[in-house]
């Protein structure tokens, strides 16, 4: 199956830094979403992008499906940013919409 | 409209024992997909229902299975407990339609402790 890797696994940062986490896949997609899991575990979809670039207030994402990568961008970080970014795909091929790989996630602190 | 709803949040059960969770996902999705969270090996997928067919399935033990009903509500289920089994049980929707987008929604999860 599909292989997603994030990095890095662990990112500290001050208030007000900006910051750019990578997810690389290693087959085509037709779904690629960013989630923020919040700390009661629940996860919160960021951006639906299996291609092209998104931006939503101070969150934005690129994803550059022939090379297998995304990248999601936080500017001016907050503390209520802190919290656990996951990166999930879906093979192209097959008929299943709901079979997400995640990868590892990475761990986002933003100090104050 | 309200989102993916799941039950319990948050239980503890017994080694030997089995579990029943439930999932209604938001009105009008048909998919309804389940994933297991834990420390050591991340989210992992279990299974997935569409129209009440299991469309897909994760590589999970056959204690670990699931249903789903004509109104596209969810259940899961596991028996034979074990303590491996604490973990986060999360459960997604889409609308799985092919002007979706195949957004997939998560609801809060369920918390199992067996002890």
């Known amino acids: 199956g599909i292989q997603v890797e994030q990095s890095p696994p662990d990112l500290i940062l001050q208030e007000g830094a900006n910051s750019t986490l990578r997810c690389n896949f290693s087959?085509?997609?037709?779904?690629l979403q960013w989630f923020h899991q919040n700390p009661w575990g629940q996860l919160i979809n960021l951006f639906y992008?299996?291609?092209g670039t998104k931006q939503n207030g101070r969150l934005s994402a690129t994803t550059v499906a022939t090379e297998r990568y995304s990248l999601l961008y936080i500017s001016s970080s907050q503390t209520t940013d802190s919290g656990v970014y996951f990166c999930?795909?879906?093979?192209?091929?097959?008929?299943?919409?709901?079979?997400?790989?995640f990868g590892q996630g990475t761990i986002l602190t933003v100090h104050p | 409209k309200a989102g993916v709803t799941q039950t319990p949040r948050y239980l503890i059960k017994t080694r030997g024992q089995q579990v029943t969770l439930s999932c209604s996902p938001i009105?009008?999705?048909?998919?309804v997909s389940w994933y297991q969270q834990t420390p050591g090996q991340g989210l992992q997928f279990l299974f997935e229902?569409?129209?009440?067919?299991?469309?897909n399935k994760g590589n999970f033990p056959g204690r670990f299975s699931g249903r789903q009903f004509s109104n596209s509500r969810s259940e899961m289920n596991v028996s034979t407990l074990e303590l491996g089994d604490s973990a986060l049980y999360l459960c997604?929707?889409?609308?799985?339609?092919?002007?979706?987008?195949?957004?997939?929604?998560f609801g809060e999860g369920s918390w199992l402790t067996v002890v």
């Open positions: 997604a929707s889409s609308l799985a339609g092919i002007m979706s987008g195949n957004t997939i929604y």
């Open positions: 087959d085509s997609v037709n779904n």
């Open positions: 992008i299996p291609s």
């Open positions: 999930a795909a879906r093979n192209a091929g097959g008929t299943s919409y709901g079979k997400l790989t």
């Open positions: 009105s009008g999705h048909r998919s």
């Open positions: 229902y569409f129209s009440e067919t299991q469309r």
